[in-house]
């Protein structure tokens, strides 16, 4: 008894006096002078002590009204769910809408409209990884041919639309489709009409001159964007090891009917193809492909994935939470001498209500910005839940176990009296943090990027909502919690009081104040306070932990320039999806890199000024109206003007391109090339090329 009561003292005074007879020599803290420093008091923190305390003793002693009325703020709030949307589009999503790129992007689409919808395949020779060989045969070919007339009759599920349907025609009536099918235009549908023996000669030529090749759409394909993985200087084309195959379907704006045809169709395309797959597995190739709304919905795909890891993360916090919350009451000892007891000290609903809290301040924060229209993004769906679980569930901790000091050092007082106290002491602390984070994402809202701008918004909300209900609701719900304690009620079950639960040697009885059923301090707790935190104070330590970190900073800041700009679309996709092939394969074989674009506004090119700022040379480099009278120069004196000029631009985009003028303008300038024959001026045009390999 002796021996209990001077620790109990001990812990009381919340310092460690010098050691009595009856301690044992291993209690001595290390560094011991640091805890006999006075503390100096300021007034701000006096303030702040008070108005913190004052706010748990109204929340205390009111604890429904407080969580009844905290219930009702969040639900409030939540119901801008009803105006939640979901921002998909990457250009929406990356790019700032008053930023060059956004409006030359909204030109762009206002004078020739949305970009084209790809849907790209590539037919790959490598399932021998040791042996890679031509992807080209006669039979192969054949096969091929079949698979792109299925493609071309392919009928969508619901309303039966085929490539026809939602292709994009430059010319008015054919598809454009970049494959080497094209190259054999004169043989139609009818393979038969290839011939075995010479068909690697007529690939050859027309790799290397595509404009005597042409296929229904009229324009050239150049040999770089149909077939990949070999050397065109030193190899023959039909020894490439990757035949690529594009389908190009035209672009529509959101809310057209036409986006809907087109996904409808490219929905049939994914699943043909994914057949095509086994078949190009029993041929010993191997298919990779994607569709325009195959990237939207593999990223959808791990989202939902993401969901179940989010549930699976919360119900263990929920478990750890409410173990390490009872551990400050409860140990093994006492569950084995007192089970009914320890069933009385667990703290597993306390914990289950400090998760709920993080998930109200998340369904609050969103619903508060959902209701003011700003979009969510994926990366909010996933990250918050992570993060304001990580930020909230420590301010429980610190509240909980500082709540059990006050219950060992201020016993006498009423539980309202000792949750005042504690906030008195840890409100301050709260209060600095949440104001940190919340001005810290805050911030983060004038990026003008608005995925950044929409997560720094949604996080700011997030993290001071969780704050205000941690320091209002939560501290009620522990006032509750710790007169259950008292009473000798079980944990989640408080209308059964277990009488067993009563423990004749604590003050107070078993639960009760001043001690709530722990004879001593957690080993962990002893570790910190008696080794770990006098040792890293130590002005040694302190000099090796400074050095260390600013090595580690230095390092960081000399190595910033080797940080690669970009994201590796694979990143982002789920493990297991058919789209990372198709990556691998883009990056491997395709020799081309992203579309670039010049575009011109208000170019007046009748006028000869304009005129000099643009080139005109034809396909053999020579210069174009060479034989106009007089003829052209670099002074542009030959170039008609006016009216001659629009009616010569007119003529040239309204033809096709036939043997005669392999380059007629209809097939590749028809959309690209926007005029006016009243003002005689080019509003806006556009010259389309590739950038090299990223």
Request: hydrophobic fraction near 40%.
């Amino acid at each position: 008894a002796k021996r209990r009561k001077s620790k109990n003292e001990r812990l009381q005074l919340l310092q460690d006096a010098s050691p009595s007879d009856d301690e044992d020599e291993g209690d001595l803290i290390h560094h011991a002078g640091l805890t006999d420093r006075p503390t100096r008091q300021y007034w701000l923190n006096t303030y702040f002590d008070r108005a913190f305390s004052s706010l748990a003793r109204v929340c205390a002693n009111y604890p429904a009204i407080t969580i009844v009325g905290s219930v009702i703020v969040v639900g409030l709030l939540s119901l801008g769910w009803l105006r939640f949307q979901i921002e998909k589009d990457p250009v929406k999503l990356w790019v700032a809408p008053n930023s060059d790129a956004a409006q030359e992007k909204q030109f762009f689409d206002e004078s020739f409209g949305p970009f084209f919808r790809a849907e790209q395949a590539f037919l790959v020779n490598d399932t021998d990884v040791n042996n890679p060989g031509p992807v080209l045969t006669y039979e192969t070919l054949r096969w091929w041919y079949n698979v792109e007339h299925r493609v071309r009759t392919r009928k969508s599920y619901d309303h039966g639309y085929t490539f026809q349907d939602v292709c994009y025609k430059p010319t008015g009536d054919a598809c454009v489709v970049q494959s080497i099918t094209g190259y054999f235009q004169n043989a139609g549908d009818d393979f038969s009409a290839i011939d075995e023996m010479t068909w690697e000669k007529d690939l050859q030529h027309c790799t290397e001159q595509p404009v005597d090749c042409r296929p229904d759409f009229g324009q050239p394909i150049p040999v770089e964007r149909v077939l990949g993985g070999y050397n065109r200087t030193t190899q023959q084309a039909a020894d490439a090891q990757a035949l690529v195959v594009t389908w190009v379907v035209k672009g529509r704006n959101p809310g057209d009917p036409g986006l809907a045809k087109a996904e409808e169709w490219e929905q049939s395309l994914k699943d043909l193809l994914l057949d095509v797959q086994v078949e190009a597995s029993e041929r010993g190739l191997r298919l990779s492909f994607n569709a325009e709304i195959s990237l939207e919905e593999e990223l959808n795909k791990n989202t939902n994935t993401d969901v179940k890891i989010i549930v699976i993360s919360y119900i263990v916090m929920f478990f750890y939470a409410s173990l390490a919350l009872g551990s400050t009451t409860v140990s093994l000892s006492s569950i084995l001498k007192n089970p009914a007891g320890a069933l009385v000290q667990s703290k597993f609903m306390l914990g289950i209500v400090g998760i709920i809290i993080v998930l109200m301040s998340v369904s609050a924060s969103v619903g508060l910005f959902a209701a003011f229209g700003l979009k969510a993004t994926l990366i909010i769906a996933e990250v918050i839940p992570f993060l304001v679980l990580a930020v909230g569930v420590d301010n429980i901790f610190l509240i909980v176990h500082e709540f059990e000091r006050v219950n060992i050092s201020h016993a006498d007082e009423s539980v309202s009296e000792r949750v005042a106290r504690t906030m008195g002491r840890i409100g301050p602390s709260i209060l600095l943090s949440a104001t940190t984070e919340t001005v810290t994402f805050a911030l983060g809202a004038f990026v003008g990027m608005p995925a950044v701008r929409n997560f720094a918004a949604y996080a700011a909300g997030a993290v001071l909502i969780n704050a205000l209900l941690q320091i209002t609701m939560f501290v009620s719900v522990l006032a509750m919690n710790q007169e259950r304690v008292e009473a000798g009620r079980a944990d989640c079950i408080p209308c059964i009081k277990l009488q067993g639960a009563h423990d004749s040697s604590m003050p107070n009885g078993y639960g009760g104040a001043p001690f709530s059923g722990q004879e001593e301090e957690g080993w962990l707790s002893r570790f910190i306070r008696k080794t770990y935190a006098p040792t890293i104070l130590g002005n040694r330590a302190r000099v090796v932990i400074l050095t260390v970190f600013l090595a580690i900073f230095g390092a960081g800041i000399a190595l910033l320039p080797e940080i690669e700009l970009g994201l590796d679309q694979r990143m982002a996709m789920p493990q297991g999806s058919y789209m990372i092939d198709y990556f691998n394969d883009l990056y491997a074989y395709f020799d081309a890199g992203p579309p670039v674009y010049f575009v011109t506004r208000d170019l007046n090119v009748t006028q000869r000024s304009h005129q000099r700022e643009l080139c005109c040379l034809d396909s053999h480099g020579e210069p174009c109206l060479a034989d106009q009278d007089p003829p052209w120069s670099v002074t542009m004196t030959g170039m008609p003007e006016g009216e001659a000029f629009i009616s010569r631009l007119s003529h040239w985009l309204n033809d096709t391109a036939v043997e005669d003028c392999p380059l007629a303008g209809a097939a590749a300038y028809s959309d690209a090339v926007r005029y006016n024959a009243t003002s005689l001026t080019l509003p806006a045009t556009h010259f389309r090329t590739a950038h090299t390999l990223l």
